[in-house]
């Protein structure tokens, strides 16, 4: 009888520790709802703001005068 009292003892971890990390997600879905704690009063940038800033980013002026001097062999 003990064998089978172990058996059935050891199968309820798993569900425990999975509805544990449901309530906590259920909470944490209820407190971002509910809460202005958790919520950012920065507004979404439009997808034209966001390419501006990312060519701004990437493309930066180039110096003509360095390249002439660059481009002639010295002596």
């Known amino acids: 009888m003990k064998p089978l009292i172990l058996a059935q003892s050891q199968w309820w971890w798993a569900p425990v520790i999975i509805g544990i990390f449901a ?5 944490v879905i209820l407190l971002k709802r509910h809460t202005k704690i958790f919520r950012s009063d920065e507004k979404p ?9 990312e060519l701004d980013r990437v493309l930066q002026p180039i110096e003509e005068d360095n390249t002439k001097e660059d481009d002639e062999p010295k002596a």
């Open 23 to 27: 309530l906590v997600v259920l909470v």
């Open 45 to 53: 940038k439009s997808d034209r703001e966001i390419a501006k800033e």
